[in-house]
């Protein structure tokens, strides 16, 4: 066994069970996800992810869990901090370039900064919810998008890149969430296939767009899913995307699944 990319790839997923904690504040689902996350190299085959790609999945979460924490709590130092580790996880795989994105996307929930969306958990600890526009929030993750420019082009210029299709993010897409052989072929056959794979991803988006309202964790996870498999297409080399992608799936699978099982919100909406 490779014991240091399996150490690094455990240290990953515990910080994602943390991150995904702090930005719920449910110990549940967290640790729902953090278990999935941990068995995807053991029940794939596909061997376990490099060191470098461990570490950037583990920045990546330790950046937005510092970022949630700095919403709700505030602190001097805890922005810096987290641009820090952002810096770090772009600097070690492009997987994380589109973070800033994606804290946006959880700024509608499970964060309720925006104005006008509907609550998200009762007893968020994120003080004032829906206080903010998105221009503003926008504003705010320009320090992070420059971070993540600088983080791209130090990619392109470190491994070659190549244009993201849609046949290439379905695939992505369909790895990322079922990680066995069957996954694989199903990727092999979304990424050979561009008409039925575009027309997957738009009915997917769609669905979640649509179910924003009554299950938002479905569309902030679908939106992470998305913005961690564009870069896996960009730079398929880079196996740490699915795992960053899967993240994503692990916070929407939960709560969607509650939300099935009752047949309207999960309690604690």
Known sequence: MNWPAALAHLAACGAAGVMLHRLTRRRGPAAVA?????????VSGWGWPAPAESAGVLLAALATALHADG??????WTPQLGLAAFAG???????????PLVWLACDDWPLRRVRGVDE??????????RTHSRAVLWREQ????????LGGVHHVHAG??????????AAGVAQAAWPVPGGSFA??????????AAGLLLAATAGAWLQRRDVPALWTGWCWCLLAVVPAAAWPQHAGAHAWAAVGLGLAAPWAAA???????????
């Open 89 to 99: 996880a772009a600097s070690l795989t492009p997987a994380v370039l589109m973070l």
């Open 160 to 169: 070659e890149a190549r244009w993201p299709s849609l046949a290439a993010v």
């Open 34 to 42: 953090a278990v999935w996350l941990l068995a995807r190299p053991l």
């Open 142 to 149: 320009i320090p992070a998008l420059a971070v993540a420019l």
């Open 120 to 129: 998200g958990p009762r007893g968020s600890h994120f003080p004032a919810p």
């Open 71 to 76: 919403l709700a709590r505030g602190g001097r």
């Open 259 to 269: 939300a099935a099982r009752r047949g309207g919100r999960p309690r604690g909406w």
């Open 187 to 196: 990727g092999e056959v979304l990424a050979a296939r561009a008409l039925p």
